[in-house]
């Protein structure tokens, strides 16, 4: 059984910093790219980022490059988004996804990512 779980949200201060975690099991994460997307309340759901299997290649959405890094630690199956300058607009479920593909290029197309996370809520508000 296939499970993303993710971990890190929570209530934040504008201007201030957060990393999320999203810890994998029941598939062999060197096989998957990795991504996140969050979605706010009334809006679809928006790409961020994603890492290829082996970490080498990241893709970053216009949106929040320059303050949001994708890294992942494949002797841990974990897969980390780290968050910086958040504004109010962050402001979403946060979810990680996985995507069957091993090669070095990477997606932001809802569709490619075969298993989601349940999400984690992350608030900016002062």
């Known amino acids: 059984q296939v499970q993303l779980v993710e971990s890190g949200g929570g209530l934040v201060q504008p201007g201030n910093s957060l990393r999320l975690s999203c810890a994998a099991s029941?598939?062999?994460?060197?096989?998957?790219?990795m991504g996140w997307f969050r979605q706010a309340p009334g809006k679809e759901r928006e790409f961020l980022s994603a890492?290829?299997?082996?970490?080498?290649?990241?893709f970053v959405a216009d949106s929040v490059k320059g303050r949001f890094t994708i890294s992942r630690d494949n002797a841990k199956n974990t897969v980390y988004l780290q968050m910086n300058s958040l504004k109010p607009e962050d402001t979403a479920v946060y979810y990680c996804a996985a995507d069957p593909n091993r090669t070095q290029k990477t997606t932001g197309r809802v569709n490619a990512y075969e298993y989601w996370g349940q999400g984690t809520q992350v608030t900016v508000s002062s």
């Open positions: 029941g598939l062999s994460f060197i096989t998957y790219a």
């Open positions: 890492v290829s299997w082996s970490g080498g290649s990241t």
